[in-house]
């Protein structure tokens, strides 16, 4: 009987935006590197110069700005670097309605409490460089990537799994917390008949790395 071998998994940062809470995802294999929604360009930069790495890929859950805030720096900074998402998510990149960036300083105002303004720019990006409307899957560095459009919280929000094993959730499955419609581009119905059914089929098991607070392993009774 021969052994199995496990895939040596790449090293995950995790990044949390101070001021959204958002929470970006750099994963470096090699000198290579696969970001999931940029917070911080800075941060990125930073890490990746101070290493001499190369940016791969920029995977985007959905549109809202707290997730593609250091999508414009990361892009001026590494030109080359492939971005994919949704076709919706990246029709509304620079729509600063539909990424929430003309209304974030409001929101994160009522957040916190209502007791201190926050001046948030708006945010307008370029398109993607690669667009799918249901499913895209590709391989990087020996990891099967998959991501999937999960209407709902946005119409353009997707999940990406990698190797069946980890699922980066966007902002679905967020722990303590509801999945939410309410925010631009959210939609209610789609969320019950796309994106609820499609989470209530998730195996026990998965390790969840949401769009904001920490990672956990899906035990479906705690949820």
């Not at 990537?145 to 094993?165: F, K, N």
């Not at 699922?167 to 631009?184: A, K, N, Q, V």
Request: aromatic residues 10%.
């Amino acid at each position: 009987m021969g052994l199995k071998l496990r895939k040596r998994m790449p090293r995950l940062f995790v990044l949390e935006d101070r001021l959204t809470q958002s929470n970006c995802y750099l994963m470096e294999d090699n000198g290579s590197v696969l970001i999931i929604d940029p917070n911080d360009h800075e941060r990125i930069l930073k890490i990746i110069r101070e290493h001499q790495w190369n940016i791969d890929y920029i995977l985007l859950t959905h549109e809202h700005c707290d997730h593609i805030q250091g999508l414009n720096g990361v892009r001026r900074g590494y030109p080359e670097a492939l971005v994919i998402a949704t076709a919706v998510c990246s029709e509304n990149l620079g729509n600063r309605i539909k990424n929430m960036s003309g209304m974030m300083g409001t929101y994160l105002h009522f957040k916190y409490g209502g007791d201190k303004k926050y001046v948030y720019s708006s945010i307008l990006c370029n398109p993607a460089n690669l667009t799918f409307d249901q499913e895209y899957e590709f391989h990087w560095k020996g990891h099967m990537i998959q991501m999937e459009l999960v209407p709902g919280h946005t119409m353009g929000s997707c999940c990406i799994r990698m190797d069946e094993t980890i699922l980066f959730s966007g902002d679905y499955l967020i722990m303590g917390e509801e999945d939410i419609t309410r925010l631009p581009g959210g939609n209610e119905e789609a969320y019950e008949t796309y994106a609820k059914p499609w989470i209530e089929a998730l195996e026990d098991g998965i390790h969840i790395y949401p769009g904001h607070g920490t990672d956990y392993i899906l035990k479906k009774e705690k949820r």
